[in-house]
Nanobody, 121 residues
Framework: VQLQAYGGGLVQAGGSLRLSCAAS????????VGWFRQAPEKERIFVAG???????WYGDSLAGRFAISRDDAKNTVILRINSLEPEDTAVYYC????????????????WGQGTEVTVSS
């Protein structure tokens, strides 16, 4: 499966963004999809994930502002981010794996190219 992340951009603090992860193949019923982010000079970290059955999991302290959902009919996973903060500035990646939901970056087999989010104060 090939993934393409898009929807990033420059946003003012307090604003919202809708990131999309489009898959080239069918992801329903099989693939778990996760969103990760990597800020400059920092490690890539788990932001949110959704299993093939719809179970969601969020990174620490992110559940209130982040919301992940999937539209299997469109082979797309959406990440909505509200009340953006300058600390949210990073490249956001989506990834997929043919197994259960995990926060472990190294456990995902398929990665999109990333979409950059910049939040100005």
């Amino acid at each position: 499966v090939q993934l393409q992340a898009y929807g990033g951009g420059l946003v003012q603090a307090g604003g919202s963004l809708r990131l999309s992860c489009a898959a080239s193949g069918r992801i329903s019923g099989r693939y778990t999809v996760g969103w990760f982010r990597q800020a400059p000079e920092k490690e890539r970290i788990f932001v949110a994930g959704i299993s093939y059955s719809g179970i969601t999991w969020y990174g620490d302290s992110l559940a209130g502002r982040f919301a992940i959902s999937r539209d299997d009919a469109k082979n797309t996973v959406i990440l909505r981010i509200n009340s953006l903060e300058p600390e949210d500035t990073a490249v956001y990646y989506c990834a997929a794996r043919d197994s259960v939901l995990t926060r472990d970056v190294s456990s995902y087999d398929y990665w999109g190219q990333g979409t950059e989010v910049t939040v100005s104060s």
